[in-house]
Nanobody, 128 residues
Framework: QVQLVESGGGLVQAGGSLRLSCAASGRTLSTYAMGWFRQAPGKEREFVAQISWSGGTTYYADSVKGRFTISRDNAKNTVYLQMNSLKPEDTAAYYC?????????????????????WGQGTQVTVSS
């Protein structure tokens, strides 16, 4: 059983930065894709970023491209989301997710529904 625990959320002013972490336990996820998603109040959960098992391929939502960076440390079984130049519209609960059905998936882009393990989320609030 995989457990994902996010941390690093908080309150920040517009233009500031935060670094989210997602620590996995119960299983090594070094051979699987990982992703970050977010959900703002009253809105559906949306894709933010995805990273391949090796870290060699990343995908970003257009809304965060150039501001957010996803990375991973497979030795620590941890995925990160560096968020810079934050905007009030980035305010949301951020969720980490793992896709554990395809090992070494390379550049394959997984849809949200294909991720099978999810964390509980960490709140990010950006004030104007």
């Amino acid at each position: 059983q995989v457990q994902l625990v996010e941390s690093g959320g908080g309150l920040v002013q517009a233009g500031g930065s935060l670094r989210l972490s997602c620590a996995a336990s119960g299983r090594t996820l070094s051979t699987y894709a990982m992703g970050w998603f977010r959900q703002a109040p009253g809105k559906e959960r949306e894709f933010v970023a995805q990273i391949s098992w090796s870290g060699g391929t990343t995908y970003y939502a257009d809304s965060v491209k150039g501001r957010f960076t996803i990375s991973r440390d497979n030795a620590k079984n941890t995925v990160y989301l560096q968020m810079n130049s934050l905007k009030p519209e980035d305010t949301a609960a951020y969720y980490c997710a793992a896709e554990t059905t395809r090992r070494y998936s390379g550049s394959y882009y997984f849809s949200q529904k294909e991720f099978d393990y999810w964390g509980q989320g960490t709140q990010v609030t950006v004030s104007s």
